[in-house]
């Protein structure tokens, strides 16, 4: 951690860990702003909306957490109606509201709009659920009245609208069911294609905009218990407000997984993505 005159600092370049020390090739010179006061450099005056849930109460919770504790300070988390109050439960720090429906689909769309066209980044899809088959379409009309955007499971879609910072974050399986294949030259080109920045999760997480790609390797095999995708997201999020939707992932990838090192740590591999928030 490195002090200067705007706050603290993490620098990507290295992590001497506790036990053995790992490198990150994420080359960036440059550092990503933690920490908040009266310096935070993420915008005071921003909001964010985390829109989700349906079938998984967790999964917007985690997201909308982990947004606060990457920088972000006015989270308004939007899920169907009957789940709302379980999920206002989770913490005091969560501001929910609920949209009506038992899931969210196009027919919410005019009363979603309202929250968001007043916030600075949206985050979209965790915890909608495989049974949602419209929530696709609802993410499709969304995007046209949105600057920055962050999406994952169910909000994955194939085509952007033109001049949207986008972050896309799937694993694997969630690719495949999108673009249908996966391997390294495919990904760079559908991030080229539909003009966003992929971040593709796994062992070591890959991240383009189609024409650059880095790798992170922080994290750990305690990652793959359920949830730290979620958290992911919502650090993507918080970073996207004030960088470029590439560093942003970057950057989110690696404090993602450096949060799982400490975790380790800490934990041994038995932590929940709870866990990982907190660190």
């Known amino acids: 951690v490195v002090s200067g ?12 860990g506790i036990a053995s020390g790992y490198h990150c090739t ?48 006015i989270v308004t988390t939007l899920v169907p109606e009957p789940i709302k109050n379980v999920v206002a439960s989770f913490s005091p720090n969560l501001i929910v509201r609920g949209v009506k429906g038992e ?21 979209c899809g965790m915890g909608v659920g495989k049974s949602n088959k419209e929530f696709g379409e609802f993410v499709e009309e969304l995007l046209k009245s949105v600057n920055k955007a962050v999406l994952d499971a ?21 690719f495949k069911r999108v673009f249908g294949d996966l391997n390294e030259d495919l990904v760079k080109k559908v991030a080229k294609k539909i003009g966003c920045t992929i971040l593709l999760k796994g062992k070591v997480d890959l991240i383009t905009d189609g024409d650059r790609i880095k ?29 470029d939707p590439f560093h942003s992932a970057c950057a989110a990838a690696f404090i993602n997984g ?22």
Do not use: Q
């Open 26 to 73: 994420l080359n960036k010179a440059d550092y990503c702003f933690i920490g908040g006061g009266s310096n935070n450099m993420i915008d005071t005056n921003a909001t964010w909306s985390v829109i989700g849930g349906g079938e998984y109460t967790g999964a917007p919770v985690l997201t909308s957490l982990a947004a606060y504790a990457a920088g972000a300070d």
């Open 215 to 243: 790798r992170n390797l922080s994290g750990n095999a305690g990652m793959t218990v359920g949830g730290t995708g979620d958290v992911l997201a919502g650090i993507c999020s918080a970073l996207l407000c004030n960088d």
């Open 103 to 123: 899931m969210i689909t196009l027919k919410n769309l005019e009363e979603v709009l309202k929250f968001v066209e007043s916030h600075d980044v949206v985050v």
């Open 154 to 174: 169910e909000g994955i879609i194939k085509d952007l609208p033109e001049d949207i910072d986008c972050i896309i974050t799937p694993h694997s399986g969630e």
């Open 258 to 279: 450096f949060s799982g090192d400490l975790c380790l740590e800490k934990y041994g591999y038995n932590f929940t993505a709870y866990d990982l928030v907190k660190e």
């Open 5 to 16: 005159g705007h706050g603290n600092y993490i620098k990507l370049l290295t992590y001497g």
